[in-house]
């Protein structure tokens, strides 16, 4: 089945400092990745959705210019979480949109814990 | 705007059985899909809906009725295992908006 390795699992950086999350897809090309935050106990909240060769599109209250979106390729999705602060400690989580048999499934990566110092 | 409500928590016994409804209210929608997700991992599909009725995957099922904007999850024959949350997540647009989460606990 379709597979999307996320890179990396857990990741500590300081304030101030940006960092970056590579979402792949193994065994297919991905069109189309959405990228998801998650706090403890709650919800996943799509922040966008990344088209190849083209901007992301940003959901409403999602700051382009800190969360940056770069889909160069079929197979490679990444987000930049730039300057860093305490308050963007989150889990991160990408997801590749697959078509199976004239159905959209969605197959996610394993997520990406985020603590800032 | 997406909406999807599902209760917070529910806790059963071993061997029994758990209904986790959901109800939505969302435009462009097309399909109801069902997920697990253990603390700290990702989510995992379960099982989708389209259309009205039930789809059965061994011990999980799921209900769409696309009239009444509802569905549930049918877990079935709990195991310790089955602990996790379960999320119900509505397909529209191309893209997916996801319920709050069922935290379900399952006992001895």
């Known amino acids: 089945g379709a597979v999307v390795s996320q890179h990396p699992s857990r990741v500590i950086c300081k304030s101030g400092t940006s960092v970056k999350i590579e979402c792949r897809s193994l065994?297919?090309?991905?069109?189309?990745m959405f990228w998801y935050r998650q706090f403890p106990k709650k919800s996943l909240m799509l922040m966008a959705t990344?088209?190849?060769?083209?901007?992301?599109?940003?959901e409403q209250g999602v700051e382009k210019d800190k969360f940056l979106i770069n889909h160069a390729s079929l197979t490679l999705s990444t987000l930049t979480v730039t300057s860093a602060h305490p308050e963007d400690s989150s889990f991160y989580i990408c997801?590749?949109?697959?078509?199976?048999?004239?159905?959209?499934?969605?197959?996610f990566g394993s997520g990406t814990r985020l603590t800032v110092v | 705007g997406q909406s999807l409500e599902q209760p917070s928590e529910v806790t059963a016994v071993e061997g029994a059985i758990v209904q986790i409804n959901c109800t939505y209210q969302?435009?462009?929608?097309?399909?109801l899909s069902w997920y697990q997700q253990h603390d700290g991992g990702a989510p995992t599909f379960l099982s989708y809906?389209?259309?009205?009725g039930l789809e059965e995957t061994g011990r999980f099922s799921s209900f769409l009725s696309r009239s009444d904007s509802y569905g549930y999850l049918l877990l079935q024959e709990l195991q310790m295992k089955d602990s996790a949350s379960y999320f119900c997540?509505?397909?529209?647009?191309?893209?997916?908006?996801f319920g709050a989460g069922t935290t379900v606990t399952v006992r001895a």
């Open positions: 997540a509505a397909h529209n647009d191309y893209k997916l908006s």
């Open positions: 990344s088209n190849e060769g083209s901007k992301a599109t940003y």
């Open positions: 065994d297919f090309q991905a069109t189309t």
């Open positions: 997801s590749a949109r697959v078509l199976d048999r004239e159905v959209y499934g969605y197959t």
């Open positions: 969302t435009s462009g929608f097309y399909g």
């Open positions: 809906n389209a259309l009205d």
